[in-house]
């Protein structure tokens, strides 16, 4: 009887159960694979500990669907799953240890979404509980991989440096090789302006709005991660607290003074989440806004853009051409070697790789300005 009075889910949400079954028989699997091939008897005890964790949580949701009269078939792990295995066998178990860490982040966050979610009591509390479990699971996992941060939290900053760097080399590559395609069609200055205008005023405006959304959406991000911490020092304090105690000791804290910090900081859940946020998602003060961000990437792709074309308000014919090409591949390996200071790679190396990267836009937009001149005009 009091099984016919529960609300049966969706169709939706009793997919999203089953895909999460999956995922548990899938990690049960590989924490026995890892097990197997582990040395160490510590390290042994902990995957096999981990696997049967897993089992519980196989049942759970076998259990739960199970109690809404919906039919399960035997599931094996997936093909994924045994490539994943067949690969710690065969050539190195750090890989997929490291992504075994990424999917139990992956859950614990789902679990919070399904618990925040769900209008079903049972599903709540069961989502709630895995998702303490799969946390848990991460500090183990950690342990094994060396990490300390929690990686179901993914933020990453760009900076307006790097957003002057890049609008100023799409603008300056895209519309050189534009341009060259034009000169290769057409010697009439008039049409080269007006082609080349048009591309710098369009190049700059795609990529101002391309900059203005993406900050937008990492500015979404930090509001959601922020907001999940919360939920996460609320759900799972004791948790939390262990977090921080690992943060202060990789810091050089002693354990028992981490153990003390970490407590006194989570009696203030709003100290805690500031702390979190500062030393985990690493999320510090922010210095711009997506307009900035949309204008600054717009007005740096408007100047690179710009300097292939400048030249032909001046002068015309092949002298045009010439200063246009100069000034171009010039610009070419200073913004390459600027972007050294973000990829880590010699000045030079860098710079050279994208004075040929211009090189091969300009002879590709030579040639196809050459093919369409010959077989349309």
């Known amino acids: 009887m009091e099984q016919q009075e529960k609300i049966k889910p969706d169709d939706k949400t009793i997919k999203t159960w089953k895909h999460h079954l999956q995922d548990e028989i ?13 040395p160490d008897p510590d390290r042994k005890d902990i995957l096999l500990e981990l696997a049967e964790v897993e089992n519980r949580h196989v049942a759970r949701w076998e259990e739960m669907l199970t109690s809404y009269n919906v039919k399960i078939k035997k599931l094996r792990p997936t093909s994924k799953a045994r490539l994943m295995a067949w690969y710690a066998r065969k050539i190195d178990r750090a890989f997929p240890l490291s992504r075994m860490l990424n999917e139990e982040a992956s859950e614990v966050k789902d679990y919070l979404t399904l618990h925040r979610n769900s209008t079903l009591p049972d599903a709540k509390e069961t989502a709630l509980d895995l998702a303490k479990e799969s946390a848990m699971h991460t500090e183990s996992l950690k342990e094994l991989t060396g990490s300390s941060d929690e990686p179901w939290h993914r933020t990453e900053s760009g900076g307006t440096l790097g957003n002057i760097i890049y609008g100023f080399n799409d603008g300056l590559t895209a519309n050189f090789g534009l341009l ?31 900059g203005y959304l993406a900050a937008k959406s990492e500015q979404e991000v930090y509001e959601h991660e922020i907001e999940l911490e919360r939920e996460e020092i609320r759900l799972m304090p004791d948790i939390e607290e262990d977090e921080l105690t690992l943060i202060y000791a990789t810091r050089g804290v002693p354990k028992e003074h981490a153990r003390l910090l970490a407590k006194e900081v989570m009696s203030d859940p709003e100290r805690a989440l500031e702390e979190k946020i500062q030393a985990e998602l690493k999320i510090g003060e922010i210095h711009t806004t997506p ?73 590709v937009g030579y040639l196809v300005g050459k093919l369409l001149e010959r077989f349309l005009f």
């Open 26 to 38: 899938d990690a049960s699997f590989l924490y026995s694979v890892f097990a197997n091939l582990e």
């Open 180 to 210: 060259a395609g034009i000169v290769a069609a057409t010697s009439e200055t008039p049409h080269i302006l007006v082609g080349g205008i048009v591309a710098t005023v369009a190049d700059s405006l795609s990529m101002g709005a391309s």
């Open 291 to 363: 307009l900035k961000d949309g204008w600054v990437t717009g007005l740096a792709t408007a100047i690179g853009a710009f300097i292939p074309v400048a030249p032909f308000l001046f002068t015309s014919g092949a002298t045009a051409i010439w200063i246009s090409f100069s000034l171009a591949m010039f610009s070419h390996f200073a913004v390459g070697a600027a972007r050294s200071l973000f990829t880590g790679r010699g000045l030079i190396r860098s710079g050279f790789d994208m004075f040929v990267v211009g090189l091969g836009v300009a002879g």
